[in-house]
């Protein structure tokens, strides 16, 4: 029972439970301490299957470690401690516990073996991000949060429906490379992509994460979607048809980011944007492009974490979450401008910064597998990228008019968390042996070639132009763009208010013309209760028993046919 | 209040023309550096320059479009989920 104790994703969960009974210094240090532990044993556990327990005849392994779920396994570790630095403050008292477990529950399905643990800890990071939805305590948070539920629970569904039938049809729990082959295969890649924020229900993202407070959208904007990318990178790789989801995922990002006026919806459709990258990469399936996505899941974690910490400095300092209503804020909020200038390059795949070392992967691979649309789709969202959150994030926040708002930076421990970040954003971009030693695949790509870094300086400099060109086309208004939530938020809804309505009208024309029909009905039966009545006579045993036999003939004929 | 050095037009307009200048510079480096283009499309002059700001256009073109369509106040909700 102990070597359970020593599963880094359990570490956190029980972690998680404990937080609530700790007090001040306390609180603090184990809230920095967990996900170093949970690191820590990350790297001390051997390769290979760790754990095992039959469970209803099943085999379960909720440990199994190879490259690549250390890598996911280490970054969700980060992400956890930086998230919890920057948390520290936070007054509720629901959401870092919530926090844990939502961060402990993404490690646990990226270390599985198998697929029933992968369900179960899919599960319980529905439930702790719910928890830090709820934990904002708005009334938009709860309501976002219904949703938000509404919808996973769907993915969970599905998902297990197709387990289920994977378990049958193989009598094996292995979370192996699978196919779109079968329904239940189709019915896990659909699981999987619910969870990563794919058409068409990706607008849970952008209407659920942005309501969470200044620090919940730290930890939301991580695990979710990045356990997604790591199942499809492990289930399904080369599976050609995420290329065109993927691609799908990136040019949606960009567009309803330009229509957005909430600097958090802003980076959340950006989410969508840049997970849209990996899946594009999952799909062309090369090694290059495999450990382009992981790598780029590895970067985006940080510089998203990066760049909503930087976001979630200016709603606690201003209470604002509006473009329109914000600006200007560089001349008394210096830390969270550069640190969050520092995330939109890194985001932007600027030379020097992390997403340049990671991104650049899986366009090589496109380039490589001589998919020529691919690659101008994704040299076009490249330069999107740049122009949606690259320059719009930071420019509409700290720069355009001057809002007259003058907030300070943030405490010690936001800033601290926001620098940390930083620099693993710059040291990744600088160094990035580090981070191509723990791809799943050896890496021969060399991102510094002089030909590289220019033809990314011209994208993304002309990409610049392009927006200070445009820039009154770009101009914030009060609006917001109708997805696809719509359907289940004002059609289904008012589809179901008419329903009833028509029904309700049915059930009183159907009382009335009923009470009369009754009424006849009644007296009729009465008329036959009579003793010499239909209903009361006595039969012979007899025509009983013809009855029967004609009953069981009919039987007899029905089973005979099918 | 001292002004901000940011906040002079002066130093705005300093910062575009060197904006400017790297953009051109960018272009001119084609010249020195050996691009080695994957595609025929790459060996183009300065088509990631051009490349990056047509698709930019682009995109804001099609976002521009579907606000048309799909634009709406953003209290538009605030009804009907808060009961």
């Known amino acids: 029972m102990i070597e359970w104790l020593a599963h880094p994703g359990l570490v956190l969960l029980l972690g998680a439970m404990l937080l609530p009974f700790l007090r001040a210094r306390a609180r603090a240090a184990a809230v920095l301490v967990l996900p170093l532990l949970a690191l820590i044993l990350v790297w001390r556990l051997p390769d290979g299957a760790g754990l095992s327990a039959q469970w209803l005849g099943y085999q379960l392994t909720p440990i199994s470690l190879d490259k690549l779920s250390r890598l996911f396994a280490t970054i969700f570790s980060i992400m956890a401690f930086g998230g919890g630095l920057f948390a520290l403050a936070q007054p509720s008292r629901l959401e870092l516990p919530a926090a844990y477990l939502y961060a402990g529950a993404a490690i646990g399905v990226v270390l599985a073996g198998d697929l029933i643990s992968v369900f179960v800890f899919w599960e319980l990071m529905a439930v702790g991000s719910t928890l830090v939805l709820w934990s904002a305590g708005t009334a938009a948070a709860w309501a976002a949060s219904r949703r938000y539920v509404m919808i996973h629970l769907l993915g969970g569904v599905i998902l297990f429906a197709g387990i289920s039938g994977h378990v049958l049809g193989t009598g094996d729990t292995a979370f192996v490379r699978m196919a779109p082959d079968s329904i239940a295969h189709w019915l896990i890649l659909i699981g999987f992509l619910v969870n990563a924020g794919a058409p068409p229900l990706s607008a849970w993202l952008p209407d659920a994460y942005p309501e969470a407070s200044w620090s919940g959208t730290v930890f939301l904007s991580a695990f979710t979607t990045k356990t997604a990318v790591y199942v499809l990178l492990r289930g399904f790789p080369g599976t050609e048809f995420l290329i065109w989801v993927g691609l799908f995922m990136v040019f949606y990002g960009i567009v309803y980011a330009l229509l957005e006026n909430d600097m958090r919806r802003i980076l959340a459709y950006s989410i969508v944007n840049q997970v849209g990258f990996m899946i594009a990469g999952i799909g062309i399936g090369t090694e290059m492009a495999l450990n382009g996505a992981a790598a780029h899941a590895f970067t985006h974690i940080i510089y998203k974490g990066l760049l909503l910490m930087s976001a979630g400095s200016v709603l606690f300092a201003t209470g604002k979450r509006k473009c329109s209503e914000l600006g200007g804020l560089f001349h008394s909020m210096p830390a969270a401008t550069i640190c969050g200038i520092i995330g939109a390059l890194a985001i932007s795949s600027f030379p020097l910064t992390s997403g340049f070392v990671s991104k650049s992967m899986v366009s090589q691979a496109a380039a490589d597998g001589h998919l020529t649309w691919v690659w101008l789709a994704l040299a076009a969202a490249s330069a999107g990228v740049f122009l949606h959150a690259g320059i719009k994030f930071p420019w509409f926040v700290f720069f355009q008019k001057d809002s007259g708002l003058r907030p300070a930076d943030p405490p010690a421990n936001m800033r601290w968390a926001m620098y940390g970040f930083s620099f693993l954003c710059l040291a990744i971009g600088v160094w990035p042996e580090a981070l191509y030693r723990l791809l799943p695949h050896a890496v021969a790509y060399e991102p510094y070639t002089a030909a590289h870094v220019l033809t990314q300086l011209q994208l993304l400099l002309f990409s610049g132009l392009a927006f200070f060109v445009m820039l009154p086309w770009l101009k914030r208004t009060l609006t917001i763009t109708l997805d696809t939530d719509w359907v289940y938020r004002v059609f289904l809804p008012a589809l179901a208010m008419a329903a009833g309505r028509g029904i309700g009208g049915i059930q009183k024309g159907m009382l009335r013309g009923g009470a009369a029909i009754g009424a006849r009905l009644s007296i009729a039966i009465r008329r036959h209760q009579r003793a010499d009545g239909f209903l009361m006579r006595s039969r012979p045993t007899s025509v009983m028993a013809f009855w029967a036999m004609l009953v069981l003939l009919a039987y007899l004929i029905v089973n005979y046919i099918q | ?83």
């Open chain 2, 1 to 83: 209040m001292q002004k901000h050095w940011l906040d002079q037009p002066r130093n705005v307009r300093l910062l575009w023309r060197a904006f400017l200048g790297v953009l051109v510079a960018t272009v001119l480096a084609e010249f020195l550096v050996h691009l080695h283009p994957h595609f025929e499309i790459e060996s183009l002059f300065a088509f990631h320059a051009w490349y990056g700001f047509l698709a930019c256009a682009l995109m804001i073109i099609v976002a521009r479009v579907l606000a048309f369509l799909l634009k709406r106040r953003d209290s538009y909700y605030d009804r009907s989920d808060h009961d």
